[in-house]
T-cell receptor, first 107, second 121 residues
Framework: DIQMTQSPSSLSASVGDRVTITCRAS??????LNWYQQKPGKAPNVLIY???SLQSGVPSRFSGSGSATDFTLTISSLQPQDFATYYC?????????FGQGTKLEIK | EVQLVESGGGLVQPGGSLRLSCAAS????????MHWVRQAPGKGLVWVSR????????AYADSVKGRFTISRDNAKKMLYLEMNSLRAEDTAVYYC??????????????RGQGTLVTVSS
């Protein structure tokens, strides 16, 4: 199975900050990488697919980059509604595995 | 409007069985692969299973292979997860999710609100 490792596991930031979350795959996954946001008690929502493509309806302050094994999710200017947990997920090969999550908290 | 509504969760004893259901509406159900994803209390997301639109091909996580069975009834627009030989570690919120297959990329673009399965004596 492909292991997905996110860093950091948690992060404190302020409204307006630029934030970057990293995801590393244990082997190449080309660009088969999705990013999801999950708020407490809610189902996860997709933000980015194919490593860099913004899902319809997602604000442009979210962006993704990377390929092969190293990927990043960047939020250019944090908004109050962005405080949540973020997960990367590979869809290159079964089983589709998720990272352990990055909890973004208000500083 | 796309809607996915899970049901069937509850408390079950170790070794017991449960069948989860997911009612789909607002899209052409047969055209989409469907998935189950779970999340143990306070933990991260774990992919469980996938089924093709025609129901002919399925895939499972190793942790549930041989115990869980995914199926669908396209006429009723229903997705199912039959869970047998349940263990304490199967305790989780179970989400059904639609796979948008965007430009050949698997993307879980819609999910239900989840149904809680608790395995405990």
């Amino acid at each position: 199975d492909i292991q997905m490792t996110q860093s950091p596991s948690s992060l404190s930031a302020s409204v307006g900050d630029r934030v970057t979350i990293t995801c590393r795959a244990s082997q190449t996954i080309r660009n088969y990488l999705n990013w999801y946001q999950q708020k407490p008690g809610k189902a996860p929502n997709v933000l980015i697919y194919a490593a860099t493509s913004l899902q319809s309806g997602v604000p442009s302050r979210f962006s993704g980059s990377g390929s092969a094994t190293d990927f990043t999710l960047t939020i250019s200017s944090l908004q109050p509604q962005d405080f949540a947990t973020y997960y990367c997920q590979q869809s290159y090969s079964l089983p589709y595995t998720f990272g352990q999550g990055t909890k973004l908290e208000i500083k | 409007e796309v809607q996915l509504v899970e049901s069937g969760g509850g408390l079950v004893q170790p070794g017991g069985s449960l069948r989860l259901s997911c009612a789909a509406s607002g899209f052409t159900f047969t055209s989409y692969w469907m998935h189950w994803v779970r999340q143990a209390p306070g933990k991260g997301l774990v992919w469980v299973s996938r089924i093709y639109g025609d129901g002919r091909r399925t895939a499972y996580a190793d942790s549930v292979k041989g115990r869980f069975t995914i199926s669908r009834d396209n006429a009723k627009k229903m997705l199912y997860l039959e869970m047998n030989s349940l263990r304490a570690e199967d305790t989780a919120v179970y989400y059904c999710a639609r796979d948008s297959d965007t430009y050949g990329y698997s993307v879980l673009d819609y999910r239900g609100q989840g149904t809680l399965v608790t395995v405990s004596s």
